[in-house]
């Protein structure tokens, strides 16, 4: 509680008047009890302090009403102010004076009394009478609270101020001390100084107090608030900033802004489309405004570089000399003739048209048939660039379209990736492996190229991360796949399929000599040597330790013969530069034959019969067994095949049944044989309809006791009334008929426009036969004695002839 000292009235007139020199102040109120240093600069006001220290060191202070007035009159002085003690004066060597006041009591001016040098007035001064009324002692009791509220949170007030405050009984000397540590306006100070009623005083002084610690609570907590959102951007800028100053002073980093000016002059240099154009100078735009370092700032200048490096119309000139592009696709591959075709129709429709769009091929083949390389040679016949992008194993949407800027680290698709990667808008665009993605929930890859890959949409490509449209007609896709099924229909029906089936021997051979061996000959250091494979040799390779569709173990096969060749050249003290590799040699060089060639049997045997069966590498040789054994009947199926080959088996059973009295067969054999088929290679799944006429025939043989020829192959599905039906991959089955030595090929009739297809050099050495009916196939598979008859003279075919011998029939050749 406040002790108040001894009460006077408070509305007693003032008693005493003093003339003082006026001091006028700037920027500053003084209350009595307050203690204040003053710098004096002017003139008038350094002579009112020299003549205020010539009597009681007494002076007025009262503060201008507008602090930027340098001459006030009477007019720009509040009346009311604070009579002063001048404590200490000192001159400085500016010609300035410091003086240290102390304000002692409140007074107003009477008169301003006339002086040229300095301002003086008589003042009457007001003494506080007070009336410890319980509202006095209630307002002192809050605004020592107050202020020792406010004390907690301003650090700058100490513990010792705080517990002098609390001791001072004086209510007017409480409220002008606690006054003078605040910040108030000088307004607010001024009416402050100006309240001669105590109540009145403490009442605004109360306000004024609480209003301050709001505003400070206020303060820290917006300080508090930048100060979480601001901590980190502060320390990363304050660290990036010495960075760049060490950096700097190293002389490894250029000035920020001299790349923006290059990359302005970069982005005013570029042409592109009116879209990306507008879009690369929006974000140039928003670069500028950025902090360098910023994260933001680094994914804008990575768009705009992606934007102004691609080729938007950079294009090479495309080649329309046909027959030079004609001599740099023979020089590149050997055989391949609808490929290359397709390829001069194109550079023919080029030279004839200014704009037309790049077609887009679909190379299908077993492997080591040349596709990728091919393409590889389609883009240097055409003059074009090449560039590959592999899609074996991709599944996710994005590799092709890209990822949207709001990821972290996000990049542009392969497509757009690759294109800035070759330079130039118009390259041949090889997409390896197109039946090798695959898909899960980031989506499907496949649909991704629907647009790429669409000549009519292609035009437009919109990737994710450049989110503007880019133009890609001008660009000649070829895709390379293994096998088509595995390729989605509507990807199937954008693209131009060509078939590339497996080489024939004689082109193997052609291709060893002309670009393998000189391959494996630069490769293994031998093009010093005179190095020579003779053609029984290559031929040796080619059928003992080679089984392919294309040629890649055959190009194996010949760099190890090489490697052998250096080893002996190197180890050789002599002075040898001629070699020859002949075939005896190459068991030498190559070990034990791995395949035995010609895989027909050294005589005709009763139950196996050479089937012809499709793979993804190619045709292959397809033996097929049958036992007959006495039993219950039972049908026996061995070989691990599919429930397609399994169905075939029993309508050929069932069809063998049907013509049982006519194949002199006892009519019950179902009933007390069992009947065993085998596939070899168990191992191997298998399945497909096209070996129903192999198991007919191999039932039919062991049945009747008659072997089967062994120099034929045949393949055709067979219904239950025995007709054949046409099947899938005929090249590929014949290619493999000729590299196992067989003579005669049994195909559907249905399959005679396939022929075309077989290259002459094996239709002169195979005999191919077309066949509607399977009683025609086995009077063609099946061995007869002189003079001996497969069916009762009452049950010929209808679909022979009287007069037709078994061995000749209908026979087509390619001769």
């Known amino acids: 509680m406040i002790n108040m000292p001894k009460i006077f009235k408070q509305d007693e007139p003032p008693e005493e008047i003093r003339l003082l020199p006026l001091l006028p102040l700037r920027d500053i109120v003084v209350f009595p009890h307050m203690v204040a240093p003053l710098f004096v600069g002017r003139a008038k006001s350094v002579n009112a302090l020299s003549e205020a220290m010539k009597s009681e060191k007494q002076v007025f202070l009262s503060t201008q009403k507008k602090a930027g007035i340098d001459n006030p009159t009477e007019k720009d002085i509040n009346p009311v102010g604070t009579i002063g003690t001048v404590l200490q004066l000192l001159k400085l060597p500016d010609g300035t004076v410091k003086a240290l006041v102390e304000g002692k009591v409140r007074a107003h001016v009477t008169r301003f009394v006339k002086n040229d040098d300095f301002f003086q007035v008589e003042v009457t001064s007001h003494e506080d009478d007070i009336d410890p009324t319980p509202e006095i002692v209630a307002l002192c009791r809050a605004i020592v609270e107050t202020f020792s509220e406010y004390a907690k949170m301003n650090k700058n007030l ?3 101020l705080v517990g002098n405050v609390a001791k001072i009984t004086d209510a007017s000397q409480l409220a002008d001390t606690v006054a003078a540590h605040f910040s108030f306006k000088i307004e607010d100070k001024q ?14 002084l109360l306000k004024l107090v609480r209003m301050e610690i709001e505003v400070f609570r206020m303060d820290q907590r917006v300080k508090a608030r930048v100060k979480e959102q601001m901590e980190k951007t502060q320390k990363n800028y304050y660290l990036n ?41 929006q974000e140039f735009k928003k670069l500028k405004l950025m902090t360098p370092m910023s994260a933001e700032a680094t994914v804008v200048r990575n768009y705009i570089d992606w934007l102004i490096s691609l080729p938007w119309f950079d294009r090479t000139k495309v080649r329309n000399d046909l027959d030079e592009a004609e001599s740099i696709l023979n020089e590149d591959h050997y055989g391949l003739e609808k490929p290359k075709e397709r390829i001069l129709e194109y550079l023919a429709v080029q030279s004839l048209v200014k704009k037309i769009r790049g077609p887009i091929l679909c190379l299908v083949g077993p492997p080591g048939v040349g596709k990728t390389s091919l393409a590889k040679s389609v883009a240097r016949a055409t003059g074009r660039k090449f560039v590959r992008l592999s899609l074996g194993g991709v599944r996710d949407e994005a590799e092709i379209r890209g990822h949207r800027r709001t990821y972290i680290g996000a990049m542009p698709g392969k497509i757009i990736q690759s294109l800035k990667k070759v330079g130039a808008n118009n390259p041949v665009f090889c997409l390896d492996e197109v039946d090798k993605m695959s898909m899960d929930f980031r989506g499907d890859p496949s649909a991704a190229l629907l647009e790429v890959l669409d000549p009519e949409q292609n035009y437009s490509f919109n990737d994710h991360y450049l989110d503007v449209d880019y133009d890609l007609s001008d660009i000649m896709f070829v895709t390379t796949a293994n096998t088509l099924p595995d390729i989605p229909l509507p990807l199937q029906d954008r693209m131009e399929i060509i078939r590339l089936p497996g080489y024939t ?53 010949i760099s190890s013969v090489c490697r052998k060749i250096a080893r002996e050249l190197v180890k050789s003290k002599e002075e040898t530069t001629t070699f020859r590799v002949a075939e005896k040699s190459i068991a030498k060089f190559l070990g034990p034959a791995k395949f035995r060639y010609g895989q027909i049997e050294e005589q005709d045997q009763i139950g196996l019969v050479t089937g012809l069966a499709w793979t993804q590498v190619g045709g292959e040789l397809l033996a097929v067994e049958t036992l007959v054994m006495p039993g219950k009947g039972d049908l026996i199926i061995t070989g691990k095949l599919g429930d397609v080959m399994k169905e075939s088996a029993q309508a050929a059973v069932s069809y063998v049944r049907s013509r049982a009295e006519n194949l002199m067969i006892e009519t019950n054999f179902y009933k007390k044989f069992d009947i065993h088929i085998h596939v070899p290679e168990g191992a191997i799944p298998k399945d497909g309809p096209s070996a129903g006429i192999s198991m007919c025939t191999s039932i039919a043989s ?81 061995v007869l004695q002189e003079g001996e008859e497969l069916f009762k003279k009452s049950d010929i075919p209808f679909e022979m002839a009287s007069d037709t011998q078994p061995q000749s029939g209908n026979r087509q050749s390619m001769n």
Request: no cysteine.
């Open 505 to 557: 021997e004689y082109e193997k051979y052609n291709i060893a000599k002309d670009y393998l061996i000189p391959k494996q000959q630069k490769a293994n250091g031998l093009e010093k040597f005179d190095v020579q494979f003779s053609e029984n040799a290559v031929l040796k390779i080619v059928r003992e330790y080679t089984r392919e569709s294309g040629v890649r173990n055959l190009e194996r096969e």
């Open 158 to 160: 100490s513990k010792e």
């Open 191 to 204: 009416k402050l100084l100006e309240a001669y009623h105590i109540e009145q005083r403490l009442t605004l």
């Open 241 to 281: 900033e010495q960075m760049r100053a060490i950096k700097k002073e190293m002389g490894a980093e250029d000035d920020p802004s001299d790349e923006l000016k290059d990359l302005q002059r970069r982005i005013k240099r570029k042409r592109m489309s009116k879209e990306a154009a507008g879009k690369v100078r």
């Open 702 to 782: 062991a049945l009747t006791k008659r072997p089967v020829q062994r120099d034929v192959a045949m393949t055709g599905e067979i219904t239950l009334r025995g007709r054949i039906l046409p099947i899938g991959g005929l090249k590929e089955k014949i290619l493999a008929a000729h590299r196992g030595g067989i003579k005669r090929v049994l195909i559907p009739k249905e399959n005679e426009k396939d022929l075309k297809d077989i290259p002459a050099t094996i239709a002169k050495e195979i005999d191919i036969i077309s066949v509607e009916h399977m009683d025609e196939v086995l009077v063609h598979a099946l």
